[in-house]
């Protein structure tokens, strides 16, 4: 198991570092991609799957979000998100309106809306924080930084891991490996936002970012995980050997990347 981790992590790697070096239109079709992969693990998994224009519905929310990040110019794309959100509100409502099924509706609309602010806004942060001028290293680091938090918390956890986090939602989880993680967030990025060439980031405003990194790295792992909890899966997918599925990978990185974005923006440009 513990191989077929780290092959995967190599493939998904140099997959993910590749789009990034060449940046667009590579970079946002390998996002939408994601989070259409992300979209079929979602909605069965939140129990809509049997409601298939729903479904579909999300699907089609998911890319939208992706495209108006990447064809809204960067920053400027968010005032396409007032309107956006507006449809992904209205539309399926009434849809369901004229259905004759309605035991189910508000929580089927609810869930809707739900997977696509999670998969669809969230994870278009990544496209407008790779069209800025330092974009690949920021992209880069974002991603460096999560997986370093997310792989010490893994290991240190599992070997000295003793006082649980999270029981409930996630027993595996201690507050050693999230301190583990914490620290391996915060020394990561201040190393990647010292030496990365476009970075040169002043050592506070790495430190501040490897510190949200080593904060919602965790917290979204374990909002996904509350999920499963909920609906009673261990995994949400298997397409990824070794680790599940796609939103098994995704959980702390769409926290993570929306935390970067808006530091960067307000901080750090």
Known sequence: M???????????????FAVTWFGDPFFSIFIAAIAILGSFEFFPLIGVSKKHPITIFGMIGVLLFIGMARFGNGKDSMEYTAP??????????????????TKNAAINWAWLIVGILYLGWMLSHFVPLRQLESGRDLVILTIV?????????????????????APRISPAKSW???AAGFIGAIAVVIILGTFLP???LPYWQSAVLGILIGIFAPLGDLAESLLKRSTGVKDSGNCVPGHGGILDRLDSILFTVVVVYYFVIWVVL
């Open 2 to 16: 513990m191989l077929k981790r780290w092959l995967s992590c190599l493939f998904l790697g140099a997959i993910v």
């Open 84 to 101: 956006l959100l507006t449809a992904s509100v209205t539309l399926p409502l009434i849809w369901l309106v004229f259905q004759s099924d």
């Open 145 to 165: 930084g999560n997986v370093v938090s997310d792989t010490a918390a893994f290991h240190c956890g599992l070997k000295w891991g003793r006082r649980r986090m």
């Open 176 to 178: 050693e490996g999230a």
């Open 198 to 200: 476009t970075l040169n």
